[in-house]
Protein backbone atom coordinates (compact mmCIF):
# COMPACT_ATOMS: atom_id res chain seq x y z
CA UNK A 1 0.00 0.00 0.00
CA UNK A 2 2.62 2.20 0.63
CA UNK A 3 4.53 1.91 -2.82
CA UNK A 4 1.33 2.46 -3.90
CA UNK A 5 0.59 6.07 -2.65
CA UNK A 6 4.85 6.82 -2.96
CA UNK A 7 4.46 6.35 -6.45
CA UNK A 8 1.04 8.00 -6.69
CA UNK A 9 2.72 10.91 -4.78
CA UNK A 10 5.62 10.51 -7.35
CA UNK A 11 3.57 10.67 -10.48
CA UNK A 12 1.15 13.37 -9.30
CA UNK A 13 4.86 15.77 -8.42
CA UNK A 14 6.18 14.85 -11.44
CA UNK A 15 2.89 15.63 -13.75
CA UNK A 16 3.32 18.97 -11.89
CA UNK A 17 6.90 19.43 -12.21
CA UNK A 18 6.26 18.98 -16.20
CA UNK A 19 3.53 21.19 -16.07
CA UNK A 20 5.43 24.44 -14.72
CA UNK A 21 8.24 23.14 -16.58
CA UNK A 22 6.51 23.05 -19.98
CA UNK A 23 4.91 26.51 -19.29
CA UNK A 24 7.87 28.21 -19.67
CA UNK A 25 9.43 31.39 -18.01
CA UNK A 26 7.95 34.11 -17.26
CA UNK A 27 6.69 37.21 -19.23
CA UNK A 28 8.96 40.09 -17.56
CA UNK A 29 8.03 43.60 -17.08
CA UNK A 30 10.60 44.53 -18.82
CA UNK A 31 9.23 42.54 -22.01
CA UNK A 32 5.52 43.89 -21.86
CA UNK A 33 7.18 47.34 -21.51
CA UNK A 34 9.23 47.26 -24.93
CA UNK A 35 6.14 45.65 -26.51
CA UNK A 36 4.11 48.28 -25.27
CA UNK A 37 6.32 50.51 -26.90
CA UNK A 38 6.50 49.18 -30.32
CA UNK A 39 2.70 49.88 -30.35
CA UNK A 40 3.20 53.40 -29.41
CA UNK A 41 5.60 53.78 -32.20
CA UNK A 42 3.16 52.45 -34.58
CA UNK A 43 0.67 54.73 -32.94
CA UNK A 44 3.12 57.75 -33.15
CA UNK A 45 3.71 57.24 -36.78
CA UNK A 46 -0.26 57.31 -37.86
CA UNK A 47 -1.22 53.92 -37.54
CA UNK A 48 -4.28 55.40 -36.16
CA UNK A 49 -5.34 56.51 -39.64
CA UNK A 50 -2.84 55.00 -41.56
CA UNK A 51 -3.42 50.97 -40.76
CA UNK A 52 -6.11 50.91 -37.83
CA UNK A 53 -6.65 47.00 -38.72
CA UNK A 54 -3.04 46.01 -37.57
CA UNK A 55 -2.97 48.33 -34.67
CA UNK A 56 -5.85 46.98 -33.66
CA UNK A 57 -4.48 43.19 -33.81
CA UNK A 58 -1.34 44.18 -32.33
CA UNK A 59 -3.51 45.66 -28.83
CA UNK A 60 -5.66 42.45 -29.11
CA UNK A 61 -2.85 40.00 -29.03
CA UNK A 62 -1.52 42.02 -26.39
CA UNK A 63 -4.74 41.84 -24.30
CA UNK A 64 -4.17 38.18 -24.84
CA UNK A 65 -0.20 38.32 -24.20
CA UNK A 66 -1.27 39.49 -20.49
CA UNK A 67 -4.53 36.81 -19.90
CA UNK A 68 -2.49 34.39 -21.23
CA UNK A 69 0.77 35.14 -18.46
CA UNK A 70 -2.02 35.95 -15.93
CA UNK A 71 -2.53 32.29 -16.52
CA UNK A 72 0.67 31.02 -16.01
CA UNK A 73 0.75 30.16 -19.46
CA UNK A 74 4.08 31.51 -20.19
CA UNK A 75 4.65 29.93 -23.68
CA UNK A 76 1.37 31.17 -25.08
CA UNK A 77 1.87 35.10 -23.36
CA UNK A 78 5.13 34.80 -25.71
CA UNK A 79 3.80 33.84 -28.61
CA UNK A 80 1.39 36.76 -28.25
CA UNK A 81 4.16 38.93 -27.38
CA UNK A 82 5.71 38.27 -30.72
CA UNK A 83 2.52 38.63 -32.48
CA UNK A 84 1.93 41.81 -31.23
CA UNK A 85 5.43 43.09 -32.22
CA UNK A 86 4.79 41.83 -35.49
CA UNK A 87 1.31 43.74 -36.14
CA UNK A 88 2.54 46.40 -34.37
CA UNK A 89 6.11 46.88 -36.32
CA UNK A 90 3.70 46.24 -39.35
CA UNK A 91 1.02 49.06 -38.47
CA UNK A 92 4.63 51.12 -38.09
CA UNK A 93 5.86 50.45 -41.84
CA UNK A 94 2.67 50.72 -43.42
CA UNK A 95 1.59 54.21 -41.61
CA UNK A 96 5.31 55.16 -42.92
CA UNK A 97 4.64 54.09 -46.60
CA UNK A 98 1.28 56.08 -46.28
CA UNK A 99 3.18 58.75 -45.56
CA UNK A 100 5.66 58.47 -48.02
CA UNK A 101 3.64 57.88 -50.49
CA UNK A 102 1.22 61.24 -49.68
CA UNK A 103 5.02 63.14 -49.59
CA UNK A 104 5.67 61.77 -52.87
CA UNK A 105 2.29 62.68 -54.66
CA UNK A 106 2.83 66.36 -52.88
CA UNK A 107 6.13 66.32 -54.54
CA UNK A 108 4.70 65.42 -57.24
CA UNK A 109 2.40 67.98 -57.63
CA UNK A 110 5.11 70.90 -56.75
CA UNK A 111 7.18 69.19 -59.50
CA UNK A 112 4.03 69.32 -62.29
CA UNK A 113 3.27 73.22 -61.30
CA UNK A 114 7.11 74.33 -61.59
CA UNK A 115 7.51 72.42 -64.79
CA UNK A 116 3.64 74.21 -66.30
CA UNK A 117 5.19 77.53 -64.90
CA UNK A 118 8.45 76.58 -67.04
CA UNK A 119 7.04 75.80 -70.07
CA UNK A 120 4.32 79.27 -69.40
CA UNK A 121 7.80 81.17 -68.97
CA UNK A 122 9.65 79.90 -71.89
CA UNK A 123 6.17 80.47 -74.44
CA UNK A 124 6.58 83.94 -73.27
CA UNK A 125 9.84 84.25 -74.30
CA UNK A 126 8.97 83.16 -77.65
CA UNK A 127 6.95 85.31 -78.21
CA UNK A 128 8.44 88.63 -80.29
Known amino acids: MRNVIGLSLIVALSSIAIGCASSGTPVTPVQLADTEATIRSAESAGAFERAPDLLQKSRQALSAAQQASGKGDHVVARKRLLETTTYAEAARVRAQ ?21 AKALQKQLQVP
Open 97 to 117: AEQKKGEAAMVRQQADEIEAK
